[in-house]
């Protein structure tokens, strides 16, 4: 028989544990509905789950979902957090055991905070996972939201050639959603991107299209942006022109306030003095003047003076001018100094953190065997070889993903690369005897690359069968990566000595450093240069660039291609003297 007291306690137990449960089951019921209206009200999502206790919450799963659902509210309110403290529950959760789309959604919110830390490079590694699982699912909004998010890295980064292809992937997967806006702003973006390419042609006719869009959506303050875009590019005439047509269709013939910079420097341009000192007197002083526009708007005044000769005017707008160049220089450094300290200050922590997690986990580990040791080192085998037989399943996926997604670049790639050989047939010397081996050696990847597509087709069906070909495909691209040993030989001979010129003046580069840039001589794309090398991964890429423009000392306005580009002109020219 059970004594009062037992009793008593059993009945206590009972009670708590419906308690929880229901308890659980009302928190589960409020971030449901926080999820459901978290697009169109974002703000009372924001408020229903400040309103939960995260201690009150009990299991994994709706931890986690709470996790991943916090860590997107914040983001749809645009609150911008550099720390993963939030949604660390729900990256170590479904990392392991959840779905496509929620793997998807935890990889991207968590490479977001990482670019909102500034480290680009994790940032980039975390969202390219997270492209991995999206194209698994038909979540196509998501798609868009994670190559949208890569194409802005890119493009911060100055790495133009990147945001366009990231930019256009997004824009056609927001296009397949509907959400036309976000298509429009992919598009215009895209416009940008060309611009400071140096491809104005280019530029103008992404600009058009998502003028396009914006007029068939009737939003007239985007139509007025686009159209200052493209007269900012235009020659003087058909940019007043594009502007007068504009304000006369769409803004009852009046000039925006953030159009009088364009306009000083259109009657800048058409050498009417009197005008452009107007619209830049008018201009430098409001609020949308920022100080790179004031920067322009004072040459612009200091020029005037210079032409009408008054020189102590022109003298005081050029020390305006000058100030403002000064303080755009040094914001510029002390933000590069601030995204260096927090680099070092979070790489210092992530030590410390480490240290103290392996302390932590060996005092565990030795009281869990005081406690029961057999148990534990059963239990121990017993996890470890579902969790090995599980990670190798997750790698298998991931790795097959990343070899679908490789050979489908080829595909999209590979008339081009063939078309690059048969330029290089034409152009290089073939009588001499490392030229023929490099124009040899380049036919057989080609070859390859041909061998792995066609396996692609053939084994349909068949993963494991296209991952074993594949793996070996790739094994022996690794093996010959220094197969290419005269490329820079064939490069220096038919561009002027332009290897010698690199090793001479950047001593610090390397001989991948040096193939790179030969592979960039012959105008090979960065994408282009990963399928030669068959680097399934495109955040190398991005890294091999990033480190190549450091030892180059370039500026973050001028591209590596353009600056090869140019270097070969100048060489040319000496050569030619």
Partial sequence: MISPKLHLIFLALITAAICSCGNNEHINSKLSHADTILNKYPDSSLTIIKSINPT??????????????????????????????????????????????????????????????????TSIKML?????????????????????????????????????????????YFGKTGNLCKKANALAYIGKAYYLKGDDSSSITFYNKAKEIYINKSDTTKILLINSAIADIQDVNKAAQTLTDGYNMYNNNLIPERDYPLWAKIYMRQ????????CALYSINKKFATDRIKIGLYAILRDIELYNKNYLK???????????????????????????????????LQVSYIAL???????????????????????FIIIKLIAKRKNMQEKFKRELAESHIYVESLHNNFSRLENKYKALNLEIDTNDEKSATFLKLFEQRLTLMKEIMETAYISEGNPTHFYNKFKEYISDNA?????????????????????????????????????????????????????????????SVFTKRKKLRDKLNLQTNIQIDTYIKNLKKELQKNNTF
């Fill in 128 to 172: 390219s996972e997270a492209e991995l699982y999206a194209k698994q699912t038909t979540d196509y909004y998501l798609c868009g939201l994670i190559h949208n998010t890569l194409a802005n890295i890119y493009f911060s980064q100055g790495s133009f050639n990147e945001a366009i292809a990231m930019y256009k992937q997004s824009g056609n």
């Fill in 56 to 121: 009150e919450i009990i299991g994994a799963a709706t931890k986690a979902k709470y996790s991943l659902l916090y860590s997107q509210i914040l983001d749809k309110n645009y609150i911008d957090i550099s720390s993963d403290s939030i949604i660390s529950y729900a990256v170590k959760y479904y990392s392991k055991r959840g779905t496509s789309i929620q793997k998807a959604k935890t990889y991207y919110y968590l490479g977001r905070i990482y670019s909102n830390a500034k480290d680009v490079e």
């Fill in 357 to 379: 997690e392996k302390e932590h986990k060996y005092q565990k580990i030795i009281y869990g065997l005081v406690i029961s040791l057999m148990l534990l080192i059963g239990s």
């Fill in 314 to 348: 022109a003298y005081k707008y050029s020390k305006q001018y000058s100030k403002y160049l000064i303080s755009a220089f040094n914001k510029e450094k002390d933000q590069r100094i601030q995204e260096i300290m927090e680099k070092y200050n979070k790489e210092k």
């Fill in 479 to 539: 093996k010959t990566e220094d197969a290419f040993g005269d490329l820079q030989y064939v490069v220096n001979k038919k561009y002027f000595g332009i290897i010698d010129y690199l090793k001479n003046n950047y001593p610090a580069l390397t001989k991948t450093d040096l193939d790179f840039c030969s592979m960039l001589c012959f105008g090979f794309s960065s994408n282009a240069v990963r399928l030669i090398y068959g680097h399934t991964n495109m955040a």
């Fill in 271 to 278: 050498h009417n003095y009197k005008q452009a000192e107007k």
